[in-house]
């Protein structure tokens, strides 16, 4: 894969019709959007429709997590959406609902391990007794055996999920991505674009750092350069 096969742009946008203008400002420079929450019940499906009958990748970042009926049907509706990636939480019940649903497609389906956004203390405080470590390495373990396309992590996990999942071409996606300089917001646990492949990841998910930049487009292609130094050292890909 390219640079830019790896780099998902999150459209973290409060309005479609600014969304839509992200995609439009950033160009050939993109081809994989991720549509979460925040887009996704103001028409952000509809968008993501769009954007993949227009040939971008969509990473749909919904984070199922139902019983197992719900998420077969939702999984189901999804994969006939086009989209090339979709989370859940990595709960082994709601994985394997979601693999059997998705057979027969070319839907990724991603476990989402930790959030980012939460370190030890947040997950003592929601009754965890794993470190975050701890608990991707168990969640991650149980994503392979449930026959998963990848992992949804930190890139401080990277190195670790990848001795896990081993030469079993799961995706190892990471958000939390801040370039050097850039503020980690309400991100606990970051890493750069360069580390972060050199750890194992095999996608990074960027959205504030582009979408936020003054010119969106040249910190996207300032973030591929650098991911390109980290993937072939000596060659400009």
């Given at each position: 894969m390219s640079a830019r096969d790896?780099?998902?742009?999150g459209l973290d946008?409060?309005?479609i019709a600014e969304a839509e203008a992200m995609v439009a400002t950033l160009g050939d420079s993109v081809s994989f959007?991720?549509?979460g929450h925040q887009l996704a019940f103001i028409g952000g499906l509809e968008l993501a429709r769009d954007l993949?009958?227009?040939?971008?990748?969509v990473f749909l970042d919904m984070k199922l997590l139902d019983i197992d009926n719900t998420v077969a049907k939702g999984v189901e509706a999804i994969a006939g959406m086009g989209m090339t990636m979709l989370t859940l939480h990595a709960y082994p019940k709601a994985m394997r609902?979601?693999?059997e649903a998705a057979k027969g497609s070319n839907l990724c389906l991603l476990g989402v391990t930790v959030l980012t956004s939460m370190d030890a203390a947040d997950l003592t405080e929601a009754g965890y007794a794993h470190s975050p470590e701890e608990l991707v390495r168990i969640r991650a373990t149980q994503a392979r055996e449930a026959g998963m396309g990848g992992i949804v992590c930190s890139a401080e996990e990277s190195s670790v999920v990848r001795d896990i999942l081993g030469d079993s071409g799961m995706a190892i996606v990471t958000p939390g991505i801040r370039p050097k300089g850039t503020d980690a917001g309400d991100q606990k646990r970051v890493?750069?674009?360069y580390d972060a492949l050199k750890a194992g990841s095999t996608h990074l998910v960027v959205a504030r750092p582009i979408v936020k930049a003054?010119?969106?487009k040249q910190a996207?292609?300032?973030i591929l350069e650098e991911m390109r130094q980290a993937l072939w050292p000596a060659n400009d890909a």
């Open positions: 790896r780099l998902i742009v946008i409060p309005t959007y991720k549509i993949a009958k227009d040939g971008k990748k609902a979601a693999v890493v750069t674009p003054a010119e969106p996207a292609d300032a």
